[in-house]
């Protein structure tokens, strides 16, 4: 039988009384993460899709395991705003993975400018432990997220751009590039 309400204090075998203390409301137990606990960031927005999601596209998944310097090609250009074109960012990749095995310090890198762009929370790992440690699913992950927002990852930044300016859209924009006009009188 249990009391209903614990008591304040208890009974140690040896006749000792024993306080009861309530942990702090800020505790943490020693077993879990603090990031577990951590208060939800304000500002920051959810990935459209999980990281491990990456059967929502499967060409995409495919791609990406096979060549993941095409994927990664598509979102540098993106991120960057087409001053670094896919082919030159997708070399770049590629050259460094096949001589290093160390793709995920460059792509990495792009990972934390898409959140920084689009406001979205870092995740269960740093960027880099992210590419470190599923190199592909986060790739993957990058390019489902800006293909959500409405870009056609196929045609790269300019065309995009191009396409928003006519009034052409792809897939549901959520967020699609804003620029500025050109010169104007």
């Known amino acids: 039988m249990h009391p209903s309400h614990p008591p304040q204090a208890y009974e140690h075998k040896h006749g000792v009384t024993v306080p009861v203390t309530a942990p702090p409301e800020n505790h943490i137990p020693p077993y879990t993460s603090p990031a577990m606990y951590a208060p ?3 500002g920051l927005t959810r990935w459209s899709t999980g990281l491990c999601h990456c059967f929502d596209d499967p060409g995409n998944c495919l791609i990406t395991c096979i060549c993941p310097c095409i994927t990664f090609g598509q979102v540098a250009d ?3 705003r087409g001053t670094c074109p896919c082919v030159a960012s ?6 460094l993975l096949g001589f290093t095995g160390l793709g995920c310090l460059y792509s990495c890198l792009y990972r934390s400018k898409l959140r920084g762009q689009y406001d979205l929370e870092e995740g269960p790992l740093p960027d880099c432990l992210v590419h470190f440690c599923c190199e592909p699913c986060a790739l ?3 390019y489902r997220e800006l293909k959500n927002r409405g870009f056609d990852m196929g045609i790269g930044w300019n065309a995009n751009v191009d396409r928003q300016r006519r009034g052409v859209m792809g897939a549901p924009a959520m967020g699609a590039p804003v620029v500025g006009g050109g010169m104007t009188r």
Request: proline share 7%; aromatic share 6%.
């Open 40 to 42: 939800p960031q304000r």
């Open 78 to 80: 993106i991120v960057d």
């Open 90 to 95: 997708g070399i770049a990749y590629g050259l």
């Open 140 to 142: 993957c992950q990058e």
